[in-house]
């Protein structure tokens, strides 16, 4: 009785405690239950990406309250939501969610599976001890999951091979294309987890095919035979051309004081981003490592929390090493990271690991003091043969109130520095041989009116302005009109430009891009949501002009459609026009069809332009235009149908 | 799901019987000898001095990134050429280069994508136009890195 009554005393501390402190369910007993998210994190504009809202593209705004920000949603009761957090453009896992499940990109999304999370209320509201560890028991164990595609893709040519002159719609090639990637995640024993992902297939066959100077490589009758026979006898070898292999694997085992993790190959480590760069990314480069981190007795003292990891590696062939501390108390951060990789000739001895390395040495801290959030962080190279003298650093201060913020940065990068493991090219990070100073300030005079104007002048690492001088400009709005009219649909909308003021500088002033979104949500009791992107790209020839709706359906039909227009400048050459295809438009739909394990059923044509992701159903979009360049599938056509899979 | 592959294998039937004529694919060829990239030593965030380079893509087939399918060419002075004698057929010219981890590694484990060369460093593929200059003319593709790792690249 004492065994069971403590056992549940434990079982009701971790799931109505950690495990499901973040994510609340209401059970609205009309087979619908009410979602709230909370996110009690620093920011200044938080939103909501998941699945249930095509991540980015739909993700929805969470309303800020006195204890942090806060989300609402109705989803039918047996709903399985995947979902992250971006908190001013930085996408976050969120570490309390109720489960969680591999991102594919390294990381984690957070899993709400709304129908077990109502149990649990109701066996904790009952004092149900035996439903309650049944259901703790659930979380434990390894859990399935996978990206199935299956496609079959007619693919065209609206213009001729060599001629560009020459427009019409001819037939390329027929091919069915095939991906799955099955994931097992979660823990082998109590405090042992593990992370495996099998490459099950991924290849293309072709059923009929067009060489470009016109031979008919593959005939339909050939090409379709050797599918049948295929699929039919050897499926996994057909598809694959090898046998399946092992993918990502990392395993570990998790003790009070240390966890030790290990990865095979193309195990993506974690991403750290703690400061303000991204200091190891989740990139496939690594091969294999081992990783050893504090254990959950050495992670936290009173209000100081502690994150140590140190990592032996492999980079670049090479033995290395990344390692790092990192210290929070409170709204404060501090964190050093040492990487180093051997440049050893002879890389079979461990001995020879510090007679000559490469690497970088980075520090950094950050804290928030009411509105005002502040980060600073530094790189130098860290070799052991040459003391170079470069540096890098950055510092960000953002101020935040109801009606008005900003964020200024600066940085400055001599030309030696580089992160081993961190992100050398985006956006707020390590980009060598430049300085660049941002402003980027908002105001919010009403409750549904945002506007706003992110601007970052570059020049040389070390202030040349005549040499570079280049500011980029990113003015935009965003009007709520639920908030200010009581009518439910939204607009943004903002322009991209340069101003290039070097010395020399061929063009001044240079237009990019620019984008309106109009949504709308309950526009009927059949359309729970409808939306229209406009969006321009300006080429150094070409202008590209779209116009892209999605219209959502309460049966689940979820149907796109969009035109584009391509023109020409006075830049374009002659051959630049014959290439130019100014039509381009496209239409597809998807629905998921429960029957068949919640498989997504899609098809869509498309004509010059292609704005779905990999041959999926979710588009890709940059803004509100396709993210993609803007002779994209210029000359080509495809119609393309499948099924996919993705939990 | 019996119906649902009907409709694919109806569908897919449809569309490859609906346009059998050929007339579009016009196509000639250019024959490439050799690609060469340089100014590897402008790009200061990694080192590709000493190191193989090895050049795939589908001109190759997409081979796996072995020593034996794919060219290779050691980098020299921040010059890389890789002989290629192939003939291109398609409109666009398609390659990807990257530098070989170690001979002894084989399949897709063999390049390191993060240095991968291609329109700019972490890029897309690079890609010329074909000059359909016929099987008989010789042409060399080159192109520059400039200290940002990107490479602009041209026919000759």
Partial sequence: MMKKMLSFIAAFLVLGGALFADVLVKDLGDGNAEVTFLYKGAGNEVVVAGDFTDWQNGALPMAKTDNGFELKKTFPMATTLKYKFIVDGTWLFDAKSPDKTDDGFGGFNGVVDIAKLVAVEKAKASGDSAALEKLMASQSGLKFGTFTQLNVISNFLTRSVQDPTKKGFETDSVQFKAKSYWKLSGTLLPDAPAYIEIRAFDGTKDIYKVSPTGTVTTKAEDGINALATGLLFDPFTYLQGDRPYL??????????????????????????????????????????????????????????????????????????????????????????????????????????????????????????????????????????????????????????????????????????????????????????????????PWVLPMEGFKAGIDSKLNTTYDLKFADKNLINLKPYVSLDFDKLLGYTFTVDAYGKMDLDLATGASETFKFNEAGVKYAMTEVSDIVPSFDVNYGIQMGTVKMFNTLMANLATKPGVNVNLGLGLRTTNDKATQADKDKNELLAFYLGANYKVAALKNGVFYGAFVYNMDPYDDDKDELKMSGYRPDKGIDDMAGYAKFRMGMKWDF | MKRILAILAVVASIFAVSSCDTAMHDGTSMYVTTVTISGLDNYKAFNYEGRTLVINGPFNGWSVWTTAACPSAVVSGGTATFTINTLISDPEFEYLIAPRVSPDTGGDYACVWDYKIGVSVNGDNAKVDNAWTGPGTDKTVTGTMAADGTVTWKVE
């Fill in chain 1, 247 to 440: 993918g990502h694997f990392k395993a570990g085992v998790n003790t009070s004081y240390v966890n030790i993790e290990t990865a095979y190959n193309w195990a993506k480590p974690a991403k750290r981003s703690t400061i303000i760069w991204t200091t190891v990314k989740d990139s496939d480069s690594n091969a294999g490592y081992l990783q050893f981190t504090n254990g959950s007795a050495l992670q936290s003292f009173g209000d100081l929390k502690l994150d140590v990891g140190i990592v032996p590696n492999k980079t670049l062939g090479a033995m290395a090493l990344r390692s790092w501390v990192a210290a929070t108390y409170g709204d404060y951060t501090a964190e050093v990271q040492w990487d180093a990789k051997s440049t050893a000739a002879d890389q079979t001895k461990v001995t020879n690991f510090f007679d000559s390395f490469t690497g970088d040495l980075i520090a950094g801290v950050k804290g928030t003091y009411g509105p005002i959030s502040a980060a600073a962080q530094v790189i130098m190279p860290a070799a052991s043969s040459t003391i170079d003298k470069a540096i890098g650093y950055q510092a960000n201060v953002t101020y935040t109130s109801l009606m008005f913020g900003a964020t200024a940065k600066f940085g400055s990068f001599q030309p030696a520095v580089s992160s081993l493991y961190g992100n050398n090219s985006d956006d707020d990070n390590i980009v060598n041989n430049q300085s660049f100073i941002a402003l980027n």
